[in-house]
């Protein structure tokens, strides 16, 4: 089975624009999260998205959004970027389904802004 | 708020010397505690869940435990490729898939 992809692998932009992430998880899970990881504060929540449904929001600023399509898969947005969003940010899928709740993280998008 | 809080924050042994890492947290209603293995540039790997103190998980070398306070990973005579950070993370309450993760141990395995 294959495991959570998130595309694109690499990005750089400038402050100011803003971005999209892509994030397709495991095939059968339902359950969609996203973290940013910086050296400084480590792996911090951001959101999860369950049927569409986002169902819980971490401590970022409105700048950061997300969706989820019908087929699980799911973006991530960041508007107004500003030198501090730099940072690898990474998706993990979840089943949900008997208590099965381990989230499978993907490789990460690595974005650098300048 | 839920906290986690891992130690030492670096470890370096040689080939073979058998060691432990500690995971210390506090939360409100603990549904789970998991690791996870990352190595640079890579996302997390995921390794063990735990739901209950008194559990024990085991892997090849690697074997985790879990008590009502912490939780340790303990490594029986590790191998060079067992370099990497090792994360742990706690999930709380139902319905809430949130992770909150520790800054992670970074290990060393010297040939």
């Known amino acids: 089975k294959a495991g959570v992809t998130q595309t694109p692998r690499y990005l750089i932009k400038t402050r100011g624009q803003q971005v999209t992430l892509s994030c397709s998880p495991i095939?059968?899970?339902?359950?969609v999260s996203w973290y940013q990881q910086t050296p400084g504060q480590g792996l911090q929540f951001l959101f999860e998205y369950f049927s569409e449904t986002q169902r819980n929001k971490g401590n970022f600023p409105g700048r950061f959004s997300g969706r989820q399509f019908s087929n699980s898969r799911s973006e991530m947005n960041v508007s107004t970027l500003e030198l501090g969003d730099s940072a690898l940010y990474l998706c993990?899928?979840?089943?949900?389904?008997?208590?099965?709740?381990?989230?499978?993280f993907g490789p990460g998008t690595r974005l650098t802004v300048l | 708020e839920d906290q986690v809080t891992q130690s030492p924050e670096a470890l370096r042994l040689q080939e073979g010397e058998s060691s432990s890492l500690n995971c210390s947290y506090t939360v409100s209603g603990l549904r789970g505690l998991f690791w996870y293995r990352q190595d640079p540039g890579k996302g997390p790997e995921f390794l063990f869940t735990l739901y209950s103190a008194g559990e024990e998980k085991e892997k090849e070398r690697l074997k985790a435990t879990l008590t009502k306070k912490e939780s340790f990973l303990h490594i029986t005579a590790p191998k060079p490729e067992d370099s990497a950070t090792y994360l742990c993370?706690?999930?709380?309450?139902?319905?809430?898939?949130?992770?909150?993760f520790g800054t992670g141990t970074r290990l060393t395995i010297i040939p």
């Open positions: 993370a706690v999930q709380a309450g139902f319905g809430n898939e949130k992770l909150t």
């Open positions: 095939s059968g899970h339902r359950s």
């Open positions: 993990a899928s979840s089943p949900l389904t008997s208590g099965t709740d381990t989230q499978y």
